[in-house]
């Protein structure tokens, strides 16, 4: 008796910044295969793995230096640039959304910018939030007069969760396994949504979040 749930894949660019870095964890990595056996090689590649997701993500994510969010052109991430578009439509419509990512420090990252472009409160819901605070945060959220706008870690916010008044979720990074990702977006497509659920998976175009797509 569940209305609609349209998935989609919405595909982001990354700027020349991302790109440069991305090639530059590549050219890293490859150096290390080199010279690498066993074990070590592996660790290389899983290593190198996070730090392109990281890339993808937003240049300070993987840089780790506290670094402004924009640069002075403006985005310094094509995949952050394209979150601000979504959220711009789905906020204009009245109509909330919840975003997943693996990553708690992208979620830190990002709330603070998010928070002051729309002028919204943003709870964040990660494994570090105690039961009772975590309940609230559900509480106000699910209220009508609530923020519109929810981040969740992907592991934390992925189950156990019942979050109907959003019929947005976006995924704002890949995960490996579809199953928990399915989890995820069950949080709002649940017994109790009355609308129609949009499903936004992002992927930065010619990197490994295609493969993972794929």
Known sequence: DLPDKLEMTVRANLTAEQAALYQAV???MLAKLRDAKGMARKGAVLGAL???KQVCNHPAH???DGSAVLGRGGHR???L???EDVLDSVLADGEKALLFTQFREFGYLIAPFLIERFGTPIPFLHGGVAKKRRDRMVEEFQSADGPPLMLLSLKAGGTGLNLTAANHVVHLDRWWNPAVENQATDRAFRIGQQRNVQ???LVC???IEERIDD
């Open 205 to 207: 175009v010619d990197t």
């Open 26 to 28: 590549v050219d890293d």
């Open 77 to 79: 991430s094509g995949k």
């Open 50 to 52: 996070t730090r392109l």
């Open 62 to 64: 993987f840089l780790g």
């Open 199 to 201: 499903v936004r998976k």
């Open 81 to 83: 640039a394209l979150v």
